[in-house]
């Protein structure tokens, strides 16, 4: 799974970790190219 990074909106962020918290499920990821780390709720 893969994201546009929101910071230099130029790689895809690679998925680093992925939990449930009361039903919600987010994911987490990291850009390779600028090291910014962002969550997304599914």
């Known amino acids: ?3 546009r990074c929101p ?3 130029d790689g895809l ?3 680093v970790g992925k939990r449930r918290d009361d039903g ?9 190219g600028c090291g910014h780390e ?5």
């Open 13 to 15: 962020g690679e998925l």
């Open 24 to 32: 919600d499920v987010s994911a987490d990821f990291e850009c390779p």
């Open 38 to 42: 962002w969550e997304v709720t599914l």
């Open 1 to 3: 799974m893969n994201a």
């Open 7 to 9: 910071e230099c909106s």
